[in-house]
């Protein structure tokens, strides 16, 4: 991981090391706090927002572009595709699946970097909950969408 791509983040790093000043480790992995703002619009185009859990599984989270982030973890069959840019605060997602959304300071969705995210049938639950279709669900092993159905935008 680029640790230099985190530091440019608004992200405020934190289990072992909550110091944002404090220099992160390249074999320690800053890991985002889920009370943290996401500032849209502020970080690179490609940025990877990666963590490691304490218990050791894996979240890898990347701005693909502009508010648009894609996520998974390694026990997950699903990629999620999360465009902030659409979310209109109904916070339905966070409500259904708390372990893996949260609303933010600014009353938008953010993914949740750490801990273990809910099962993959809660989280297409909380894609589906969407009133904007900001929750893209796509199969890992296939590339294919399944939330969506279709393309709606
Ligand atoms: S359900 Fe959709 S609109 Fe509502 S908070 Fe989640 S992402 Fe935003």
Redesign the pocket.
């Given at each position: 991981m680029d640790i230099s791509q985190n530091q440019a983040t608004s992200f405020a790093p934190v289990s072992s090391n909550n110091n944002a000043a404090t220099p992160i480790p390249a074999n320690n992995p800053p890991i985002i706090n889920p009370s943290s703002t996401l500032s849209a619009g502020t970080n690179p185009i490609v940025n990877d927002l990666s963590g490691t859990t304490a218990a050791g599984t894996a979240i890898q989270i990347q701005e693909i572009s502009t508010g648009v982030f894609s996520a998974t973890t390694e026990k997950s069959k699903y990629r999620i595709e999360?465009d902030?840019n659409?979310?209109?605060?109904?916070?339905?997602?966070?409500a259904i699946a708390p372990l893996t959304?949260f609303?933010n300071e600014e009353?938008?969705?953010e993914l949740v970097n750490g801990g273990e995210w809910d099962e993959d049938d809660v989280i297409l639950s909380?894609a589906q909950?969407?009133?904007?279709f900001?929750?893209k669900i796509f199969v890992k092993a296939t590339g294919e969408m399944i939330f969506p159905t279709e393309e709606v935008y």
């Open positions: 999360y902030m659409k979310c209109i605060g109904a916070a339905s997602c966070a959304f609303m009353n938008k969705a909380a909950s969407c009133p904007v900001a929750i």
